[in-house]
């Protein structure tokens, strides 16, 4: 985890490129280096909509593109502002369905300014695949990423 997260650092740092560049290849770093992450990506308010739009992601193409507040995992994130890990995304019953091969989440907020901004949402095709390093690493990045916004 430490060396992961000090080639995320890297990335973030780098002068030459935008934001959703970096973005993106923090997703292909995370979807690469950690073999029970399968789609990720982020998913950032709206203006000023309660609605959240697809960012920067890797996996799967997502019918998701916009999701309204309270919606799904992502929707109760982007109202709650806390980390939301769900081990068995079959027994939610506001959940809405990137992948019929996803078993377990995670979605994690992103703050800026005490804003609840975005978010960062990993699916996983493997049951109860999300730990607490996974939350606290996610949890570091969204603040890393805050930074940078
Ligand atoms: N499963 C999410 C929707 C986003 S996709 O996973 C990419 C949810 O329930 O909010």
Redesign the pocket.
Known sequence: MIELKKRLEVILAASTENTQAKLKKICQVLNTELPYFD?T?F?FRDGHKEELV?GP?V?AE?D?VW?PFG???????AVSGETFM?PD?SA?E??????TE?KS?I?VPIFKNGKNIGQI?I?SHTPNAFSEDDRQLLEWLAAKVAEIL
């Open positions: 789609w990506g998913y697809l992601y996996g997502t998701h999701i919606k799904g995992i992502c929707g109760q994130v769900v995304v939610q506001n959940y809405l369905a990137c992948s996803t989440e979605v949402d699916d």
